[in-house]
């Protein structure tokens, strides 16, 4: 509908051709997904491997406001791709048939023995009397199975998976054209599937045009963009990528070993692609590029882990992370070959000018090498690791197995687990002179430190233990009990002020109950001859003491200061049981004592009791 009103019959003709046509397309998008299953098992030798890959496209284009089409609309693309890749490398062993009786089960002395009826007697053969000695019983040879364990466990690894997804993506604004062929324009009034061109369309991100530019220069090469000075919307592309790698280990029958290790990496650029300001209001300028990141990798820092903190809270760890700082320094010279001389810093150590002790890339390279009890001086300055460090966790429930606790264990479970990783954000100093990471570095900061390329405002490392051991164990008359020891540490190192923040954290955890099979309950206010419910009753009790303390350590001073910390008492019981298929009944008390290890708080607690009813619709 135009302006003003509807009272002539122009205007009625213009509402009635727009309503035939649809009226104006303000949003228009579209999704693609193509998934292969890779048929790398119909190799003969590789059908113990499965794979397979994923391509998905984005595409959105969304109309200009009618108040100001000057501003040009705005479209967005994305991609998504996908690998995984399975292998069950226990059919890769089975193709070897001695390894395939192996995985079967290896038979022990007793399995070979051929079984015989006890209730048909068997007449011994009669003695020779010049002979009396009975020569048909022969020595039984026990077979010899240290092969058989040996292979059994070269063979441990059953299972390995690796899982590769990523995505990019771009917005841009001041886009001058429509969407009348899968959501490309004509090119300004040419040949159709123009604008803004088949890549862009189905996820494309790089190298456009035979001269391989970015989008936002082959756009204006096109005259795809308005000419408006006053759009002030910047151009934006995020990467991010995640690998995920597992594998499956079985060094003997009900032991097993899950390891797992990831990395994750996430990258936004954005800038202001502007008509009209390079002096002659005739052109397309880049103005105020910026790139900002995330990175996270699993990590190994267990040798670190078990230090002991003195009273007066001295980490040896710490220790060498201050006097990795020098060695790093040198590294870093010895790679750039850029420093224009030495200096002694307040800890007596030797330093390469630009490379001081506080330059946040050799204190986060001292850092990581420190707390993962490796040498400084082989350590890798790549900031974007690509080879994760595995973490695991371990179960083994064979203990149940043995004949002389079947009688009166279920089930009797060890289990532990660690975890570790650590992570961090960066941006993109625009002081530094640099166009891409790696380069060497050119520019100074303030404290006569190099600029690089990502700028660090602090790195963490996030470990856990969880749990470190744990016993979980029922019994044949269904009684329950399980006790578990858990720990984790955090560590937090800024570049801002130069201090790391280290929490800790204890916990151990007792934990019983019992289940009531089948248990009568009469329903009260019903008749005496109603008949009671019968179910499951079961009864759990944990008790927890954990313990946390939080420490500030200060790299320009060296001390070490706690901050917070605090014993957590914790106690919680519940009773459970089922009065139908869709109502639960649970009776519980909670009991919660906080005793602080600081005089600048105090004691609390929390209690809480009561009675809850669940009902399900499924």
Do not use: C
Not at 86 to 104: D, E, F, H, R, T
Not at 116 to 133: E, H, I, W, Y
């Amino acid at each position: 509908e135009g302006p003003g009103a509807v009272n002539t019959p122009g205007a009625q003709d213009t509402i009635r051709n727009n309503l035939f046509k649809g009226g104006d397309n303000v949003m228009y998008g579209q999704h693609t997904k193509v998934d292969y299953n890779i048929p790398i098992n119909k190799v003969p030798m590789l059908d113990w491997v499965t794979a397979n890959a994923g391509y998905g496209t984005d595409y959105k284009w969304m109309r200009a406001l009618y108040s100001a089409d000057y501003l040009g609309n705005t479209i967005t693309n994305g991609n998504q791709t996908s690998l995984n890749v399975q292998g069950n490398l226990v059919s890769l062993y089975n193709k070897i048939p001695y390894l395939k009786k192996i995985n079967a089960g290896i038979k022990k002395p007793d399995d070979t023995k051929p079984k015989t009826n006890p209730k048909v007697p068997v007449s011994p053969k009669p003695l020779d009397p010049k002979n009396p000695v009975d020569t048909t019983k022969k020595k039984e040879k026990k077979p010899f199975l240290l092969p058989q364990y040996v292979l059994r466990t070269l063979m441990m690894v059953k299972n390995i998976s690796g899982t590769y997804t990523g995505s990019e993506g771009m917005t841009l604004s001041g886009f001058n054209d429509s969407t009348k062929y899968m959501g490309m324009g004509t090119h300004n009034g040419g040949a159709p599937f123009g604008a803004p061109g088949v890549g862009f369309v189905f996820g494309q991100q790089h190298d456009f045009g035979p001269h391989h530019l970015g989008f936002t220069d082959y756009a204006k090469e096109n005259n795809w963009l308005k000419h408006a000075a006053t759009l002030n919307v910047p151009f934006t592309q995020n990467i991010t990528s995640n690998i995920t790698a597992r594998a499956n280990v079985e060094p003997m029958p009900s032991f097993k070993v899950e390891l797992t290790a990831n990395r994750n990496y996430s990258k936004n650029v954005s800038e202001f692609f502007r008509w009209g300001f390079d002096g002659t209001d005739s052109n397309f300028v880049h103005q105020s590029p910026l790139e900002s990141g995330n990175f996270s990798m699993s990590f190994i820092t267990v040798g670190t882990a078990f230090e002991t903190v003195n009273k007066d809270y001295q980490s040896n760890a710490f220790g060498t992370f201050l006097m990795n700082r020098h060695v790093i320094s040198q590294q870093m010279e010895n790679q750039y070959k850029n420093s224009t001389g030495t200096f002694v810093a307040n800890d007596n150590q030797t330093y390469y000018n630009g490379y001081g002790p506080n330059s946040p890339q050799v204190m986060m390279l001292a850092f990581l090498s420190a707390y993962s009890s490796q040498n400084a001086t082989k350590y890798s300055h790549n900031p974007f690791p690509s080879m994760p460090l595995p973490n695991w966790r371990i179960t083994w429930d064979g203990l149940s197995k043995w004949k002389p606790l079947k009688k009166s264990f279920k089930t009797v479970t060890l289990s532990h687990a660690y975890r570790s990783s650590y992570s961090y954000s960066y941006t993109n100093n625009m002081l530094s002179g640099l166009t891409a990471i790696g380069q060497t570095p050119v520019m100074y900061d303030e404290n006569n430190d190099f600029i690089f390329y990502q700028q660090i405002s602090s790195v963490s490392i996030a470990e856990q233990f969880a749990p470190l051991i744990k016993v979980d164990v029922t019994m044949q008359n269904s009684f329950q009990f399980n006790i578990a020891y858990k720990k984790d540490r955090n560590l937090a190192l800024s570049f801002a002020n130069n201090q790391m923040t280290e929490v800790d954290s204890k916990e151990i955890v007792f934990g019983t109950g019992y289940r009531w099979k089948n248990l009568e309950l009469k329903i009260p206010f019903t008749k005496s001859s109603a008949k009671p419910i019968k179910s499951d009753l079961n009864v759990k009790i944990d008790f927890s003491i954990r313990e946390n303390l939080t420490m500030i350590r200060k790299v320009d001073e060296q001390v070490t200061q706690p901050t917070a910390g605090q014993t957590i008492y914790s106690l919680k019981t519940s009773a459970d049981y089922m009065i139908t298929q869709r109502i639960t009944a649970r009776l519980f008390f909670d009991y919660l004592f906080t005793d602080p290890r600081i005089s600048t708080s105090f004691k609390s607690s929390n209690t809480n009791g009561g009675i809850s009813l669940r009902f399900s619709l499924t």
